[in-house]
């Protein structure tokens, strides 16, 4: 029998987290609905729903709640050849609410070149936030994209910088337009 993928979902101040774990590894995460992330695993391995996974929603209940080192040590796992691995590692290797560029991204997992595909790497990371790809913007500082929204990705980087408040005023004042 195959492993059961858990999964559950959690608040967070930017909307609902999905988690999903097999094998107590992190599998897939995001901001989106559990179902979605499942379908992103390409997975033979049953889905299993349950209310809480452990050290998985401590760690990002603790992280949200202010200690942004709280999702440093979780395991990860995600399919990709060897520069994507080499830019999810150093991804989380950059300081809760610093920043580095693509071409600083691409520079440190070992190919100085390959700057689309350090953004690449970004936009396929399945294991946002716990893969901090909110922490890399474009050169000169502009935040670049984000799969979940630029919205999102300020909050992320305010949250660990410990201003959060005037992030969180203006995504309210947005919202009201």
């Known amino acids: 029998m195959t492993e059961a993928v858990l ?3 959690m608040p967070t101040p930017v909307g609902d987290l999905a988690l999903l774990v097999r094998d107590d590894v992190l599998v897939a995460a995001g901001f989106t609905d559990v179902h979605d992330q499942y379908a992103r695993l390409h997975t033979d391995s049953p889905l299993k729903i349950v209310p809480h996974i452990s050290r998985f929603s401590d760690a990002m209940t603790s992280y949200f709640e202010g200690d942004v080192t709280a999702m440093d040590t979780l395991p990860v ?9 080499a830019a999810w590692k150093v991804m989380r290797e950059v300081p809760a609410g610093e920043v580095i560029s693509y071409a600083e991204l691409a520079a440190r997992a070992g190919n100085p070149d390959a700057v689309r595909a350090a953004g690449t790497a970004c936009a396929t990371n399945m294991v946002a936030p716990i893969v901090p790809c909110h922490r890399i913007v474009r050169t000169g500082g502009a935040l670049g994209g984000y799969y979940y929204g630029l919205g999102v990705k300020e909050w992320l980087l ?20």
Do not use: I
């Open 7 to 9: 999964a559950t979902t």
């Open 77 to 85: 796992a995600q399919p990709g050849g060897a520069f994507r691995q």
């Open 158 to 177: 305010a949250h660990e910088r410990g201003d959060v408040v005037a992030v969180q005023e203006e995504l309210e004042l947005s919202a009201a337009d």
